[in-house]
């Protein structure tokens, strides 16, 4: 089974920049796209963004021209830039990663998931 592992999250300012890391083992060659999830308290897990290995994005509109998706395909690595933060950004972040190339994957499509990393933001 294959374990992604987050890293990254923590405390900042509203205004602030954090930078989430995951790093998907190297047994895992058969990964494709890598996204971003995040949850709040009492609220659903929605997508933030997602990268096909074809370098197709995709972007939640709340989060769009503030946070950047990367992947470093050496270190099998995916990166969420988040710039400008929010207090409404504050959630628990979840990398997840799917055999399927396609960056309209669905929640339930990814088979890959890490155990999430905090990012709270104080106003």
């Known amino acids: 089974q294959v374990h992604l592992v987050e890293s990254g999250g923590g405390l900042v300012q509203a205004g602030g920049s954090l930078r989430l890391s995951c790093v998907a083992p190297k047994s895992a060659f058969s990964i494709d796209t890598m996204a971003w999830y995040r949850q709040a308290p009492g609220k659903q897990r929605d997508l933030v963004a997602n990268?096909?290995?074809?370098?197709?994005?995709n972007y939640a509109d709340s989060v769009k021209g503030r946070f950047t998706i990367s992947r470093d395909y050496g270190k099998n690595t995916v990166y969420l830039q988040m710039n400008s933060l929010k207090p409404e950004d504050t959630a628990v972040y979840y990398c997840c990663a799917a055999s399927i190339a396609d960056s309209g994957l669905g929640l339930d499509q990814y088979g890959y998931w890490g155990q999430g990393t905090l990012v709270d933001v104080a106003s």
């Open positions: 990268q096909t290995r074809g370098r197709s994005t």
